[in-house]
């Protein structure tokens, strides 16, 4: 069975920085694609950013570009979403998802999700 | 870049009646690339459709999904309690996700 379970979340300063974890299991996490989506509270899904399953491809959401960076440590099954200069507008839950392909260009959908750790941004 | 709009906002139905929740894309997308998602109150977003009309698994036969080009559609033929959500439409290219607003099914 597929599991993914976020941590990291927690009540941060305008201008400060979370590291954001995935524990991913059930599955050959190398072999996937995986991405971060967010929600913010009341509100829809948002596409966050994107990495690739062993090449190291990644793409970003453009509100995030250049503040948010997207790894993975296949060797510990964990993907990581390193957040700096956060703002009000990205409170949110933030959920890791499973993509259905190796490749950012070979995926289609986001067949598993985590539940999601909250991040809030505020003084 | 592709933007999805989806209608209604909202569709209040009784349960054992039918659903059909509609997506439009901004420009004509590859039926491969769109899929459906349905949420529940403090749960995950969970897979229901992709490709447009192939079910996911484990995902019951009252859901299905049709459309081409711009225009998508799913229907939930009869109700069940544990229907009630809200549901996201989302297509995938160029290596990006985008998820339309949401249909939101309540309880009449």
């Known amino acids: 069975e597929v599991q993914l379970l976020e941590s990291g979340g927690g009540l941060v300063q305008p201008g400060g920085s979370l590291r954001l974890s995935c524990a991913a299991s059930g599955f050959t996490f190398s072999t996937y694609a995986m991405s971060w989506v967010r929600q913010a509270p009341g509100k829809g899904l948002e596409w966050v950013s994107s990495i690739s399953g062993n090449d190291g491809n990644t793409n970003y959401a453009d509100p995030v570009k250049a503040r948010f960076s997207i790894s993975r440590d296949n060797s510990q099954n964990t993907l990581f979403l390193q957040l700096n200069s956060l703002r009000a507008e990205d409170t949110a839950v933030y959920h890791c998802?499973?993509?259905?392909?190796?490749?950012?260009?070979?995926?289609?959908?986001?067949?598993?999700w985590g539940q999601g750790t909250l991040v809030t941004v505020s003084s | 870049e592709i933007v999805l709009t989806q209608s209604p906002g909202t569709l209040s139905l009784s349960p054992g009646e039918r659903a059909t929740l509609s997506c439009r894309a901004s420009?004509?997308?590859?039926?491969?690339?769109l899929a459906w998602y349905q949420q529940k109150p403090g749960q995950a977003p969970r897979l229901l459709i992709y490709g447009a009309s192939s079910r996911a698994t484990g995902i019951p036969d009252r859901f299905s999904g049709s459309g081409s080009g711009t225009d998508f559609t799913l229907t939930i033929s009869r109700l069940e309690p544990e229907d009630f959500a809200v549901f996201y439409c989302q297509h995938y290219g160029n290596s990006r996700v985008t998820f339309g607003p949401g249909t939101k099914v309540d309880i009449k």
């Open positions: 998802a499973k993509l259905s392909g190796t490749a950012l260009t070979t995926s289609r959908v986001l067949s598993h």
């Open positions: 420009q004509s997308v590859t039926s491969t690339y």
